[in-house]
């Protein structure tokens, strides 16, 4: 099956693999129309209709067993008809141009623009002083060697869930598999 683009003609030749004798040919003169027809239950399916020299015609049914060809068989016709109506547009606008419009600056007419730099301040190389902030990095520091905690309620939250001594409770972290038994999560 070959799509053959030529000009305003898009027409479907069905040829055979390996002599390259011609089978059928299906003209397409508008897009979607009555020569190729999708199947109402599947994308992958469609009917086709040949006709020879003298007008005769018939229709057939082609399927594709990937559903990307099906998909590029269907592209491959409605771009040749985007192609066809595109360059018709723009035979118009060539034989109708709009008017030109004339964007230049008329005599004594200026234009000021004020840039900032991305932090909100002024502009690079104004008078304006510097600021020596140091940007904020969300990292704290770590606290200083030879500082222990006095009681367990100084380190906090966790320790007291790790503690065995501390009270049970029901977390997002525990887990209970029997009644009263808890049973802590590893996280290797």
Known sequence: MRIVSKSEKCIIRLEDK????????????????VAVETVLDSCRYF?????????????????FTDRGDSFDFNVA??????????????????????????????EGQTITIKLKNNAGGERRGSDSKPKTSTPFTGILPPPPP??????????GPLYSWWDSDAPKHSGPFSDRTKAGTKTRKSFR
């Open 18 to 33: 390996i002599s390259g004798q011609l089978f059928g040919e299906c003209p397409i003169e508008e897009w979607p129309s």
């Open 47 to 63: 009917v086709i209709r040949l006709m020879d020299p003298s007008g005769r015609h018939a229709f057939i049914g082609i399927g």
């Open 77 to 106: 016709i409605a771009d040749h008809f985007k192609w066809l109506k595109q360059s018709k547009e723009l035979e118009k606008e060539d034989e109708n141009p709009s008017p030109a419009v004339n964007l230049a600056l008329k």
């Open 146 to 155: 030879g500082v222990k905690a006095s009681s367990k309620t100084e380190l």
